[in-house]
């Protein structure tokens, strides 16, 4: 009886060990499929230069938060200040957004503005629409929603627009119409 008491715990010390070897390893959820933000930032203002060292792109939000997922960034109120040297500045303004992982594309949506400031040869241009692209580098920006633009006391709304900041062209895509409000004497 003795004799095998050695044999049955040498028995049991592998049982236990091999079972310690076939247990599951623990799962560790893999955080790469989540849409977790990575960081947040509030009241936040960035400011790109030109070669002259004057701002040439300011980017505000009150809020940012950066997704690792996809590399996207989210921006609550953002606010965009494009300037030109020669130009008056361009503001644009919108609920929310979202800007693309390399930077160079912003997407822009609800109760988008986009206002032209007044200049010796022009007068202020105010465009509102519901979405809004971006590509700040090229000074584009561009819907294929309704816009509204009011310059002076001329409306006019269409559907789609594609806005070339850097020559201050507009264009206006499909069902145009103009309304001139004149002056009441």
Known sequence: WF????????????????????QPLPVIPDSSKRHDPDFIVNR???TTLNEQGKPHFVMAAQKMLHYPDND?????????????????????????GMVSGKGDEIFLRDNVKIV??????????TFTT????????RGLAETDQPVMMVDG?????????????????VKLLAQVKSEYAPDKN
């Open 116 to 125: 032209s400031t007044a200049s010796s040869t022009q007068r202020e241009m």
């Open 130 to 137: 519901a979405y809004l692209h971006v590509i700040p580098d």
């Open 72 to 96: 996207s960034t989210y921006l609550d109120a953002p606010e965009f200040t494009s300037f030109d040297l020669d130009r008056p500045p361009v503001y644009t303004y919108a609920n929310n």
């Open 3 to 22: 004799t095998g008491l050695p044999l049955l715990l040498l028995l049991l010390a592998a049982v236990y060990w091999l079972s310690q070897q076939l």
């Open 44 to 46: 936040f203002v960035a």
């Open 153 to 169: 006391r001329n409306i006019v709304r269409a559907v789609g627009m594609k806005f070339d900041n850097k020559a201050r062209i």
